[in-house]
């Protein structure tokens, strides 16, 4: 359903022949049950009743969660009536360009951490500011070159950092 900024909803029961129309919108309220609220411009910024977001996955196995920021351009899908739609995806304007412009990277970036990841060289890249890893059985990291892993004193056998070098104990890949 749609409604006028600070008027009743618009609409009445789902009389819909089953066509849709394409939008662009813009968010203006975001919820955590996966839906939020859009400004759609071309309706006379009428927005939208809280409408899902879509996603990759909401089954059993979420692997991927997003939702939009307020003030982020989207694309809406809406029905004839404007009654029921979703929330396709955000959308890079000249105003908003994406991040990166190589075709051949992968990009992320949530608050302060970055991910990028190149598809030709196999290079994956990680900024942030702590790494924390949790396995419930063992870690194994394969690497030819000779890893130095530094990690802050924990036990009671030495005053300094305890320090774990490994070498290509594997041999030659």
């Not at 899902?52 to 009536?81: C, I, T």
């Not at 190149?118 to 000779?146: A, F, Y």
């Amino acid at each position: 359903m749609l409604k006028s900024k600070g008027s009743k909803s618009k609409g009445s029961g789902n009389n819909s022949s089953g066509a849709s129309s394409l939008h662009f919108a813009e968010i203006v309220q975001v919820f955590g049950n996966g839906t939020a609220i859009a400004r759609i411009e071309d309706l006379d910024n009428l927005e939208t009743m809280p409408i899902p977001v879509g996603h990759h996955n909401s089954k059993d196995d979420n692997f991927f969660y997003w939702m939009p920021r307020v003030g982020q351009r989207v694309a809406v899908l809406m029905d004839e009536n404007a009654e029921q739609g979703v929330i396709l995806c955000g959308i890079y304007t000249e105003s908003d360009p994406p991040p990166i412009t190589n075709l051949d990277q992968f990009y992320l970036k949530i608050g302060g951490i970055e991910i990028v990841g190149d598809r030709i060289t196999g290079v994956l890249q990680v900024d942030c500011t702590r790494v924390e890893i949790t396995c419930s059985t063992e870690t194994t990291i394969n690497t030819i070159p000779v890893v130095c892993v530094g990690a802050p004193d924990n036990d009671d056998e030495s005053s300094g950092s305890d320090r774990i070098t490994a070498s290509n104990q594997f041999g030659d890949a």
